[in-house]
């Protein structure tokens, strides 16, 4: 019984991590597309149309305010990792997750990085083009290397 309500923990805190990272991407590309710098109220707006939970938002808080926090880091560590392209010029859905994968790699020790960058590769596929799970895969793949 006890390993039964433990796997169901996990599958509950791992589906409520995807959604915070899906909540973090929606807000940091509503922020960029949007030209508006506050996330917070963006985040709660959209989490109260999609009627997610308070630890959904937690945790999408937390990535979001660490990206906004950390750009410049995170965005030195995937410039050296993209050759051939440039940050203005990658799909703006593909910037954000690979952000947000990031930050999670190097902020957030907590979380092992094959969760990470498995979670970076399903939102890309959902929400990018067809070869953004691939290019998201890959330059992640080289950033865990390096980290």
């Known amino acids: ?33 949007g030209s508006t710098n506050q996330w917070y109220t963006m985040l709660d707006q959209i989490a109260d149309s999609q009627q997610r939970s308070s630890e959904v938002k937690k945790y999408a808080r937390e990535l979001v305010q660490k990206v906004l926090q950390q750009t410049d880091t995170i965005d030195e560590v995937l410039t050296s990792k993209a050759q051939n392209w440039e940050l203005k010029r990658m799909a703006t859905i593909d910037r954000n997750v690979l952000r947000i994968a990031v930050a999670e790699l190097r902020f957030f020790p907590q979380v092992p990085f094959k969760v990470v960058i498995d979670e970076a590769v399903e939102i890309a596929k959902t929400f990018g083009s067809e070869d953004s799970g691939k290019f998201v895969n890959g330059i992640l793949d080289s950033v865990h290397k390096q980290l």
């Open 1 to 33: 019984m006890a390993d039964n309500q433990q796997q169901s923990f996990a599958n509950e805190s791992t589906g409520t991590r995807h959604k915070s990272r899906e909540l973090a991407l929606y807000t940091l590309y509503a922020c960029e597309v």
